[in-house]
């Protein structure tokens, strides 16, 4: 993407920017909201109160994607169907409201003791082994088993689901318009040609998980067509398992390196809930958000032209020092943390109450397991996956002994 004005370098396909973009955020911080030329026009949207701003004005930054060829990926997928993430009221107002009975609070709540047994056994088999490695022994698998139980398919298939959204998210890091590889295009299928059995096992044979709850969904009359529902259950799978799993291995890594905090609450286990809203905002597993200009759009005094891309910065607003003292701090209890990892406004995460439920199960139950936790080789390069949207390690190797 290049370097714009002064310091800013902005790039998600670099690797090295990847691996920390936390340093490139800084300059963007330092000012107003940069526009620079790229794959389309662009703006930059990195201090929290721009971010907020933005994320809170839906009638000039759009969640659609306009139909161009640099977006004819999500096409690809979706074909024309509106989904959650990609529309705008009152198209999503209808979408959220039907989806919404497959997250009350009531439905979380009685996923407790699941998640607890999963992450208990996950870590009882590292335990056998000597070694826990995060990312393959706790936070891959534990996410993709909790959102196959919710939806009713069998745990065994976790491994499928797992593989497929893997190939799917890497696919990121293919620099648009480029097509998705083959590879990625075959997954998503058969994601769908999974999906597509099982809604149709349950318009017969309907339970209580969220397939089911999904189908069911009506209001006043409306329902989820086909389509939609499948749409919703893909981006469920993907992005829903893919957030938690990050949340989990970045929050792991975040103790990991500052021993202090993690000395901290293994003493106060119950600063669990304020140290998860601090790895939410350390770390940030959904780096970005993006929106769409439309006429009359303008951020802090910034006039942006219409049909414009927008990078919102979830991660860098989660360090901008004007919301949040000391920002490169890991610190557990720090309050207030309003953080922006789940997003503002209408498109606010649906599933923010479940992803922190598993990350507070997840890393508890390993601090408890495991009371020596350290990083393995504190001086090795750390393994980020190919995603910049979604960060997340590849690999977090733990010392337990």
């Not at 920017?17 to 026009?41: E, K, Q, S, T």
Request: aromatic letters at 8%.
């Amino acid at each position: 993407m290049g370097e714009g004005a002064q310091e800013v370098y902005f790039n998600p396909w670099d690797e090295s920017f990847r691996a920390n973009p936390y340093p490139h955020y800084r300059p963007l911080l330092a000012g107003p909201p940069r526009v620079i030329d790229g794959l389309m026009p662009m703006v930059l949207v990195a201090r929290y109160a721009d971010v907020t701003a933005v994320l809170r004005d839906h009638q000039h930054f759009s969640s659609m994607q306009p139909r161009t060829p640099l977006f004819q990926r999500r096409r690809d997928v979706f074909g024309d169907t509106p989904t959650v993430l990609f529309s705008d009221p009152p198209v999503h107002t209808r979408l959220r409201r039907l989806v919404a009975p497959a997250f009350t609070a009531r439905r979380i709540r009685d996923l407790e003791p699941r998640i607890r047994a999963i992450a208990d056994r996950l870590l009882a088999r590292a335990e056998e082994r000597g070694r826990f490695e995060v990312m393959a022994d706790l936070a891959n698998p534990l996410p993709v088993m909790v959102i196959a139980e919710m939806l009713g398919v069998p745990a065994d298939d976790y491994e499928k689901f797992k593989a497929w959204s893997d190939i799917v998210i890497e696919g990121d890091n293919t620099l648009p318009p480029a097509p998705f590889p083959a590879a990625v295009r075959e997954a998503l299928g058969a994601i769908v040609e999974y999906f597509e059995a099982e809604v149709e096992k349950r318009r017969h044979h309907p339970g209580d998980d969220l397939v089911s709850v999904l189908i069911a969904a009506r209001d006043e009359g409306d329902k989820l067509s086909a389509a939609e529902l499948m749409a919703f259950v893909v981006i469920l799978l993907l992005a829903g398992n893919e957030t938690t799993t990050n949340l989990i291995g970045n929050g792991m890594l975040a103790l990991a390196a500052n021993p202090g905090e993690l000395g901290r609450l293994r003493a106060r286990p119950e600063l669990m809930a304020g140290a998860i809203e601090e790895m939410l905002r350390y770390d940030c597993p959904a780096q970005s958000a993006v929106r769409f200009t439309n006429a009359g759009a303008e951020v802090a005094g910034v006039t942006v032209r219409e049909g414009s891309f927008a990078f919102v910065i979830l991660a860098a607003a989660n360090r901008d020092p004007a919301q949040f003292p000391d920002p490169d701090r890991f610190d557990i209890t720090r309050h207030p943390n309003e953080h922006l990892a789940f997003g503002a406004g209408i498109h606010f995460c649906i599933g923010a109450a479940l992803a922190r439920l598993q990350g507070a199960i997840a890393i508890g139950a390993a601090l408890e397991r495991f009371p020596h936790l350290r990083l393995a080789d504190p001086g090795a390069p750390l393994r980020y996956k190919g995603s910049y949207f979604l960060r997340g390690l590849a690999e977090l190797p733990l010392a337990v002994g």
